[in-house]
């Protein structure tokens, strides 16, 4: 595969890439150097591409794990990532960002940020990226009803809190 | 759509029984419309998801990534290291080989030709292989007499054992 077909075929999901990255990681600079590793090790692995059949989930699980590593190396958890996440998006932004944060959507951040590591994922890769179950249990390495089980808890938290956002006002 | 049939998706939703078109519908129900009020904080939510999707990263990332997959482009690049470690083994083998047929030439030189073939002179090879049967005939009478003296040691060893019986038996 030549430098063209791989911009043609693997470029294209860099932002989606970038984003679940930033969903574990909660760090701009740490989710754009985990996105480049990701392309170097597919580029280095090109050879290989034609066998994989859905070269975007590939590529998002490969981003997850490395991710993953680096927050286990450096054994922290993204609990606190609000305020980087609003430092992001003041940097990276398409022109949509660049308008004001409501308050409201601060929140949802923060209970986001809050839920568990695999809920978080899976709501990421279903409500924000759009992904069906299949692929988020590929993307995951988990079977189709782990999916279902992470989602509904996930949104069943949200739900909770919402509601109390609602009876106190936003 | 309207807010009846957004609540009754919405319901969907919360239990995970919608479909990813169903959730689209949604996310525009809630960015086009003016929510209820009893759903404002769900609006946010689907708000919060659009804006998440728009989040892309910048600019300068394409190009500086395509500089570095074009710097790997001639393939796997093989560390000076490895390079390193390859090249001693190779001139140990090479000194080894070197020795080995040097040594094979002195030895070559320094053999005395004493045997040569005899092949076309068949007398002289009659000789030769009269010779090297008498030779091996004189180490066999050697070994031969070697034996018988091990006989008489034998002998005389069965001997003392049966003495030696003897006496016990006695006793």
């Known amino acids: 595969m030549n430098l063209e077909t791989f911009q043609a075929r693997v470029f294209p999901v860099k932002n989606k890439l970038f984003r679940f990255a930033f969903r574990l990681l909660g760090s701009s600079e740490e989710a754009k150097d985990v996105v480049q590793e990701v392309f170097i090790k597919i580029w280095n692995g090109r050879e290989q591409l034609g066998e994989i059949q859905n070269i975007e989930a590939w590529s998002m699980r490969i981003t997850k794990n490395l991710s993953l590593d680096r927050l286990r190396q450096q054994n922290r958890r993204p609990t606190d990532s609000l305020e980087k996440g609003l430092h992001i998006q003041n940097e990276t932004l398409s022109p949509y960002e660049n308008t004001e944060i409501s308050e409201s959507m601060k929140r949802i951040d923060e209970l986001m940020a809050s839920l568990p590591e695999k809920q978080r994922q899976v709501m990421h890769l279903r409500d924000i990226e759009g992904y069906s179950y299949s692929e988020i249990g590929e993307i995951m390495e988990i079977d189709m009803s782990q999916v279902k089980v992470n989602l509904f808890r996930a949104r069943n938290a949200v739900r909770e809190k919402l509601q109390k956002i609602n009876n106190y006002g936003l | 759509m309207d807010s009846s049939k957004a609540e009754q998706l919405l319901e969907k939703y919360w239990m995970c029984e ?5 959730e689209q519908q949604l996310r525009e ?17 689907f708000r919060f998801f659009d804006a998440e999707k728009n989040k892309s990263v910048n600019e300068n990332f394409e190009p500086t990534v395509t500089k570095q997959l074009r710097r790997r482009q001639g393939g796997k690049i093989v560390s000076m290291v490895s390079f390193a470690n390859i090249a001693r083994i190779a001139a140990g083998i090479m000194v080894v080989v070197a020795a080995a047929y040097f040594i094979k030439q002195e030895i070559r030189k320094s053999y005395p030709q004493e045997l040569q073939d005899t ?18 005939s004189n180490s066999f009478g050697k070994a031969k007499h070697e034996a018988e003296k091990m006989k008489v040691f034998n002998e005389a060893e069965r001997k003392i054992q049966n003495k030696e019986n003897q006496q016990k038996g006695i006793i």
Do not use: R, V
């Open chain 2, 29 to 45: 129900f809630f960015l086009s419309k003016d929510a209820p009020e009893s759903l404002k904080a769900t609006a946010a939510m």
């Open chain 2, 18 to 22: 919608t479909s990813l078109e169903e």
């Open chain 2, 119 to 136: 092949y076309t002179d068949p007398e002289m090879a009659f000789e030769e292989t009269k010779k090297a049967l008498m030779m091996i």
